[in-house]
């Protein structure tokens, strides 16, 4: 009788799988564990927190959303989420106001020297923030925009629009070229094309680019820092700055965190086509 | 002729006159930056009055030991976060590169860190390395039955200047990973295998292989991460800035400068020195990978 000799070649392959397992077991947890703490933070009570020297709990002894509501007990708190949401919907006016018609121009026309044309529009972005936005602060402390929402808006819109006119430039540029000549051949004319026929077909594209301009605001920290400070208009990342120097208990801090970060991993996912053209985008030859 | 270009000219203008608003307003404020960042380096106040053109500023916070010691550890920042990156990125893309089952969910979960505001991830890091508590300390202290004690007493974490840069060095990569990824992904997915299969059967091993077919048609994908993550590490403020105080970083030595000191010129001149630190770091790096991929190629 024969025994049957294991294939060397199968253990080998089970091993690479086992490894192959194992790597995407623990770069499944690098990137799960922070964001399931954050959460397990903002639902803690206080004697999961201060635990006396015995081991945090992995999850709360009582979860609790005593942190949500005591944030949305606070009058303040929600004077702060207004503030976001007026910088965030006017950026976004202002970044489609200049961008659409923009990205209409370099996604259907052949602009002499385009490539230089969008090099010039990307370099003001090419600056750190945080070099940049010592000259924006200076200038607008000049012009009394400092502590004022049109500074911020003018700052955040100066951040989203190349962002506006590359998404929008990309959405203009996949409706088929002959669309708008034959409507002009029909009798359209150019305001006609635009507003009826090529507008609508680049809404997916367009409200893309809203939505991340939006989220763009909405967590932006840097310009709101220096234009706003820590006076009278708060944002929602100023008020978690503020919060942090403090040191209050975590889970407030958590709790203002999740707050901060839902609407932008739930549009981020959503956007994830757009996300990663961004990306991606000029970064590979 | 001349009628028709002149036809053809104006024609165009009138074509592109919705480029103008947001053009104007973009490079009107490339040109503010441009005229206050070198305006304010090379200016200088002397008894109530702002003299302009000097160099004073600018040798001032060049012989300044805060800006001098936040050179250094922005350098090291750099140096050893760009790499890491680049590591963490590729380990991420390898795992992506094979197909499996729910791969398109994990690569949406892979892109979470991308989503999630870099505020708040600072956050996190802040409550996760507390001290003398945080998960992190009860980790390492063996508190937890599933990991060894590495440590008898807590770290102060943002205490000492090599652990609190250390953090916000965690955090960045944590924080950018997704990118990194998705390019280093792109470039493997670029490379056709039957070029590998060709190299296989004329007899190149897999070091061989790697070296000479993997690798010079990763360089681009490669090149582009370790260029964008160590700009980005250059431009890094929020995580030092969070996590690691008084010890600095060009950025937040920057913050510190125009916010705590109201000394604008010296930050502009700290901001100024941070482009031009850029500027050389892509000028070495685009050398560096053309001379690698001439070396690779040729060899």
Partial sequence: ?285 | MNESWEKEKRFKIHEVWPLFPAAVYLVGFLIIVGVYLLGLSFSIEKNGATAFPSVGTVSAVLSNPEFRRALLDTTLFVAVGTPLELAVGLFLALILYQQFRFRNFIRGLFLIPLAIPVLVTATILFILFDYPGGHVNHLLLGHYGFFPALVHVPLNWRGSEFLALGISMLGKVWRDMPISMLILLSGLNAIDPELFDAARTMGAGLRRRIWHVVLPLMIPSMSAVVLLRSIEMWKEFIFPFVLAGKYALLGTLIESMYNDWGNSSGAAAVALVLVLCIVATTFVFLWITEVLRKHLVRT
Wanted: charged residues 10%.
């Fill in chain 1, 1 to 285: 009788m024969r025994m049957a000799v294991p294939d060397p070649s199968l253990h080998i392959k089970r091993a690479k799988t086992a490894l192959w397992a194992a790597a995407l077991a623990s770069a499944v947890l690098l990137v799960v564990v922070p964001v399931y703490l954050l959460v397990k933070y903002s639902i803690s009570d206080a004697a999961s927190i201060n635990t006396g020297g015995a081991p945090i709990p992995l999850w709360p002894y009582h979860p609790t959303f005593r942190s949500f509501t005591y944030l949305f007990s606070d009058a303040h708190f929600y004077g702060v989420i207004i503030n976001s949401l007026i910088i965030a919907v006017c950026t976004v006016g202002l970044s489609m106001c200049l961008g659409v018609p923009a990205a209409y121009v370099l996604g259907r026309f052949r602009v002499p020297g385009r490539r230089l044309l969008l090099l010039g529009l990307i370099s003001v972005r090419l600056f750190p923030d945080i070099a940049s936005v010592i000259p924006i602060t200076e200038f607008f402390i000049r012009l009394r925009l400092q502590n004022t929402y049109a500074g911020a808006i003018l700052a955040h819109t100066l951040l989203a629009l190349p962002y506006v006119i590359f998404i929008g430039m990309s959405a203009f540029e996949s409706i088929p070229a002959d669309l708008d000549q034959q409507a002009r051949v029909l009798g359209a004319n150019r305001f006609s094309v635009f507003f009826r026929i090529l507008l609508p077909l680049a809404v997916p594209g367009l409200v893309a680019a809203a939505i991340y301009t939006f989220l763009l605001s909405w967590d932006e920290f840097i310009f709101a820092y220096f234009i706003l400070g820590l006076g009278k208009i708060s944002t929602l990342t100023l008020y978690l700055k503020q919060k942090l120097a403090y040191s209050p208990p975590q889970n407030l801090l958590a709790a203002i965190s999740v707050l901060l970060s839902l609407p932008v991993i739930v549009f981020s996912l959503m956007l994830q086509k757009y996300m990663t053209t961004g990306i991606t985008t000029g970064s590979v030859k």
